[in-house]
């Protein structure tokens, strides 16, 4: 506690999305198998969800499976698969009764059809939560991502003049959500592996060496106090910085 009540609230991103990296690491550092390095940061997903809570955050994304993660062993994604549907199944009651509202982006199309039921009845039962939004990224890539947007514009007859920033946002998976202000990513990779790209264009990144299970709300409350300390200039220049 402490510390992060002394950001103002317009200091508190809005918005953090994060790529929740360092998983297979933090098992084979313990001698586990990777699946247990993926249980743990699920439970690491409960305390963070809580924090997001606690300190203000109204939108939170986290990158669960990538497009490119069915190039995984069949059993990790398998195990992917499982989890994300343990999560739906075990924490859905508690989340909806903290006023978090859940959404999904990325295609649901190539989950089971069990899963893809589950996803949706989830997203129904939340829909009118207000306190959190969650989006979990679950077969979703940024690329993909506009090239769905693409053929749908397309179908529906988008013409050339139309497209501007504000159509694209609005048919892109992310509609509803606000761009991320903070992008975190544990375990200290360097890349955007194909997350929100053209949401990012000014987010603000934090990385940490630190892997994903071990990133806890104190290393939570740190990074929203290091964003509340930069300054924004979206291609500006600020006051101080004029001569
Ligand atoms: C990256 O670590 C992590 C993933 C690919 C999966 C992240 C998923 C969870 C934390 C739980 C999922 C939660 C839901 C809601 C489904 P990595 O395995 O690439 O780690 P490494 O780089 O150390 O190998």
């Known amino acids: 506690m402490g510390e992060i009540f002394q ?29 247990a390095g993926h249980r743990a940061g699920t439970e690491n997903l409960r305390r963070i969800i809580r924090a997001s809570v606690e300190f203000g955050v109204r939108y939170l994304t986290i990158y669960a499976f990538s497009t490119e ?75 993909d991502e506009i090239v769905y947007a693409v053929q749908n514009m397309l179908r529906d007859g988008v013409s050339a003049e139309e497209v501007n920033i504000e159509l694209i946002n609005q048919y892109l998976f992310t509609v509803g959500s606000p761009d991320p202000d903070l992008i975190i990513r544990t375990s200290g990779e360097l890349r955007t592996s194909n997350f929100l790209i053209w949401q990012s264009a000014y987010s603000e990144w934090y990385i940490t060496p630190t892997f994903w299970p071990d990133f806890d709300r104190e290393e939570y409350a740190k990074a929203l106090k290091t964003y509340a300390e930069r300054d924004r200039r979206y291609g500006g220049v600020s006051d101080e910085h004029y001569g």
Request: net charge positive; hydrophobic share 40%; aromatic share 4%.
């Open 69 to 143: 993660n069915w190039g995984r062993p069949p059993a990790e994604v398998k195990g992917l698969m499982h989890i994300f549907e343990n999560v739906i199944d075990q924490e859905l009651e508690e989340l909806h009764e903290e006023g978090v509202q859940l959404r999904h982006i990325g295609r649901l199309e190539k989950l089971t059809p069990k899963l893809h039921k589950k996803v949706l009845a989830a997203i129904d039962l939340t829909k009118d939560n207000t306190r959190l939004v969650l989006n979990i990224a679950f077969n979703y890539g940024g690329r």
């Open 7 to 35: 950001i103002p609230p317009e200091k508190t991103p809005q918005h953090v999305a994060i790529i929740m990296d360092g998983n297979g690491r933090w098992a084979l550092s313990r001698g586990k198998p990777r699946l």
